[in-house]
Structure formats: C-alpha cells, structure tokens
C-alpha cells in the first residue's frame, strides 16, 4: 500500500496551463508547491513579510483566504500584527511568495524552531490532559503516552477520506490493545498547551479510550 494510498487528503498536484511565448522581462514562472519554516513579520500597513530560517531575506507573502495563513496569524497573535513562527507551502519567485497552505503556527515566545530538525513524519497528532503524541510514518502508527506502555506501534490496515475527514485505522497483534483509530478533520485547532495553531483537529481511539487534540501533516 503506497503512501498515497493512506493519506489521500495529504497528496496534491499541480495543473499546468497553457504557455505563452516567453518574454524577455517577464518575471520567471513561480516555483511551487515548496514547504518554507521561519519568522512571518506583520508590517503596520498589514503586510507579510517572510524571512525564512537560515536567510535574512525579507520577501513579501500574498496570503489567499484559502491558505488559512491569515487566520493562523489571528489565532496565535490576537490579530494580523506582530510577528510569529510558520510554516506553510507556497509558490516563490525569487522576489514573492504566495501561501498556498498554512501547516502550523505559533508565538515566538517559544522560540524559534529553525534549529529544530523537520520532523519525520507524515501525520503528528497531540493532546493535553491527558497529554499524548501520535505519528504516522509510512504504514505505521506509534502512540505515546506518559504511563506504561510508553509507546504502542499499529500497523496501518485502512485510510479513507470523505469530505474534510479523514480516518486511519491501524491493528496490532501482541499486547492487550490492539486496535487504534486516527480521525483528521481539517478544521482549524488552537493547543491549549502552547497556543500553537493546527490545521486539523484530531481524534483517537484506542480500546475504550477516545483522547482529542490538534494535527498537522
């Protein structure tokens, strides 16, 4: 089973479009979709300025309602103001950027992220009270919980997606749990914890359990 095939919510295209004859000035085509992580900066005139990690650059964002990067910035800063840690896909050019997709976003009093490696994973799930942290890695699920056992791994059975939800279940076959069901509905989720933003809420049942929080992917 490919990954494909598991997140059928996470695959995207591009559709190429017709093209005309090259002009010299032209701007060169924008390059996308490419994933970008750093400091989005909130100008006084509500503009977005982007410098992304590792560069000092500063190049201006265009952010469609469809992105939800403006409602990210709104959940984590009170309001388009400020500046706040992102990560989001976009198409580039070498002097713009436009969001395609926000990932996550949080306050920069957490401080920043660029010398954090990118996870590697397909789908993190997580949760508060009782906490819990929930990846999917190819064709397996690993819960981990603070109390014994620490970490359970499910292999991935099924992945269906219907609508704006999508449900993953996975089996084990040693230990009393066996079963373990992922529920992504891509509506936006704000962490009680850290305040970070997610675009996706998230369930999981496990045996009699049902545990609830954010996801990204």
Not at 25 to 32: F, K, L, S, T
Not at 90 to 107: G, N
Not at 116 to 125: I, S
Not at 183 to 206: I, N
Request: charged share 25%.
């Amino acid at each position: 089973m490919t990954r494909a095939a598991l997140l059928a919510f996470a695959v995207c295209s591009l559709a190429c479009g017709e093209r005309s004859s090259p002009v010299p000035e032209a701007q060169p085509p924008a390059r996308g979709p490419v994933r970008l992580r750093g400091t989005m900066l909130v100008r006084n005139d509500s503009a977005l300025v982007f410098v992304a990690c590792g560069t000092t650059a500063e190049r201006p964002v265009r952010a469609t309602p469809a992105s939800q990067l403006i409602d990210a910035i709104t959940s984590v800063n009170g309001a388009v103001r400020d500046s706040l840690w992102v990560e989001f896909t976009a198409d580039t050019t070498p002097s713009s950027i436009t969001a395609r997709e926000a990932l996550f976003a949080a306050a920069l009093s957490e401080g920043s992220r660029c010398d954090q490696p990118r996870g590697a994973f397909d789908v993190e799930a997580l949760g508060n009270e009782p906490f819990w942290h929930v990846t999917l890695d190819s064709a397996q699920l690993v819960l981990e919980r603070p109390e014994p056992p620490r970490e359970l791994v499910f292999d991935v059975a099924t992945a269906e997606a219907r609508g704006t939800l999508t449900t993953i279940v996975a089996h084990r076959a040693l230990g009393k749990v066996h079963d373990l069901t992922l529920g992504l509905l891509r509506e936006p989720c704000r962490d009680g914890m850290s305040d970070a933003w997610y675009p996706y809420r998230a369930e999981v049942r496990v045996g009699d359990v049902a545990l609830h929080g954010c996801a990204r992917r």
